[in-house]
C-alpha cells in the first residue's frame, strides 16, 4: 500500500518541478537577453497584470469558465445519448452517424457570424460553439465502446432472457466507459478551444476579448496572462474527468 501511494505523489512531485523549472528558465532568458516585455514578458511581469483592476481578471475568467463548462457538458450528455440511441437503433446511426460527420467537417469559425445572427451576443453563442467541437470525439468514441462489447457476454444475457435495459446496464455501459472517458479527455481539451473561438469572433466578456482588446495596444504581459488563466482552466477540466475516469472505471475494476 505505501509503494502504490508513493507512485503517484513522485509522479507529481516531477511535473511540479519541470514545470517551475520551465519558468525559471524563462525568467532568466527574459533577464539575461533584455528581451523587450512586448515580444515576450517574464513570468514576473505576466503575474503583475493580475493587479490591475480594468483588465477583471475574475469576471473574464468566470465567463469563460462558464462557456467552456457549458459547452463541455452540453457536448458530453449530448454525445454519450445519441451513442446509445445509435446502439439501440442500427437504422438511426445509418441515417444521422454520416450527417454528424458531414457538419463536424464545418470549420467551426464559420459557424461563428451565423451563431451571433441566431442568438445574439453572449454566453449562449460560445457555449454552443464549444459545444460544436467537442461533441463529436465524444460520440464517436462512445459508439465505438458501445459496439466493441464482448459478444460471448452479450450473447449470455440474450440466453437468460435478460431485457435491453439490462443488457445496456451490466455489459455495454461498464465496458463502454474506458471510451467514453477517452473522448471526454479530448472533447474537455477542444471545450476550451471552441469557446475562445466564440469570444475572439465576437463577444463582450470573457479572456478571449480581453486579449482582442490589450492586442491593440500591445499589452503582452496580460495577453500571456490570459493564455495561462485559459490553460488552468482546461487543466482543471482535464483534471475534473481524470478524477471521474479513476472513480468510475478504475474503481469497477478494483471492485471486480
Partial sequence: MAGGGASPARSFAIILIV????????Q??????????????????????????????????LVTAIEILGGFALGAFVGVALAVIFS?????????LPLFVTLNMIPK?????????????????????AFSICFFPILLTTARGLREVEPDLLDLVKSLRGSRWTLFRKIQLP???????????????LAVAGAIVGEFIASERGLGYLMIQVQSS?????????????????VALYGLVLALERMFVVGDIRQT
Fill in 19 to 26: 514545470h517551475l523549472a520551465v519558468l525559471v528558465l524563462w
Fill in 28 to 61: 532568466l532568458a527574459v533577464d539575461s537577453f533584455h528581451v523587450p516585455k512586448f515580444i515576450l514578458p517574464s513570468p514576473l511581469a505576466t503575474v503583475k497584470t493580475l493587479g490591475t483592476a480594468s483588465y477583471a481578471w475574475g469576471a473574464n475568467t
Fill in 88 to 96: 439501440w437503433a442500427p437504422l438511426v446511426s445509418l441515417v444521422l
Fill in 109 to 129: 469559425v464559420a459557424l461563428g457570424p451565423l451563431f451571433i445572427v441566431w442568438f445574439s451576443y453572449g454566453i449562449l453563442p460560445n457555449i454552443l460553439i
Fill in 175 to 189: 465496458g463502454s466507459l474506458p471510451y467514453v472517458f477517452s473522448g471526454m479527455k479530448v472533447g474537455a481539451i
Fill in 218 to 234: 500591445l499589452d503582452t504581459p496580460a495577453m500571456v496572462m490570459a493564455v495561462v488563466l485559459l490553460t488552468l482552466l482546461g
